[in-house]
């Protein structure tokens, strides 16, 4: 079996993307995926040049990936899987708002407590948080993101690395062939980079 561990913000569209697809490749290859937190409001923390309109945009963003964080604390990480698919639903297919009433809703989704939504306004998970997002990002390069994934193979090496940002996500058996492409390119020695410009909104509603 391989282990594929992504790192998540929930608000990110093109991790939602890759989430959906990592999903659809465990129905057609010998993969398990396991989900951890991230966060880009503090990746970006103290980061020069950003726009402003993404300066707005982060603002909320520490409620929805503490609320993840409080609920992986006290539940296991395994419960990320369905509480980042509530909130994701919420977030990028209904817009919902960021706030109480959309960690509440998500919650009850998933059968958690609705109590989970107060570390939206605390820190009390916030190292945890740190640590999560750290073991996620720093063997990738703390300048990259989310989606950040990192691929094990039975007794191999780990295989981390960015990516991909795809729209639309493939389904089925082009979810495999895009998984089998990701693996060879990540897995080569010395390779680091393959890009071209975006001329697709990440989610289309």
Not at 154 to 168: D, E, L, R, Y
Not at 195 to 200: D, E, P, Q, W
Request: proline fraction near 6%; charge should be negative; aromatic fraction near 8%.
């Amino acid at each position: 079996m391989t282990t594929a561990d992504m790192w998540f913000d929930p608000r990110c569209p093109w991790a939602w993307n890759a989430s959906r697809w990592l999903l659809e490749v465990e129905r057609v290859r010998d993969v398990e995926v396991r989900f951890h937190v991230m966060s880009l409001a503090v990746l970006n923390d103290g980061r020069e040049g950003l726009e402003e309109w993404y300066r707005e945009w982060l603002k909320p963003g520490m409620g929805p990936v503490r609320v993840c964080v409080a609920a992986a604390q006290k539940y296991g990480e395994g419960m990320l899987r369905d509480l980042y698919t509530a909130l994701g639903n919420r977030i990028h297919h209904e817009r919902a708002s960021i706030g109480r009433e959309l960690y509440v809703a998500a919650l009850a989704e998933v059968g958690l407590p609705a109590e989970l939504a107060d570390a939206a306004d605390t820190t009390d998970h916030d190292e945890a948080l740190l640590a999560s997002h750290h073991a996620g990002l720093d063997p990738v390069g703390e300048d990259l993101g989310t989606p950040t994934i990192h691929v094990t193979e039975a007794g191999g090496p780990v295989n981390a690395f960015f990516g991909p940002v795809v729209a639309p996500y493939p389904r089925g058996e082009a979810a495999g062939r895009l998984w089998d492409g990701v693996l060879l390119v990540s897995g080569t020695d010395g390779f680091f980079e393959l890009k071209r410009a975006r001329t697709r909104r990440p989610i289309e509603h």
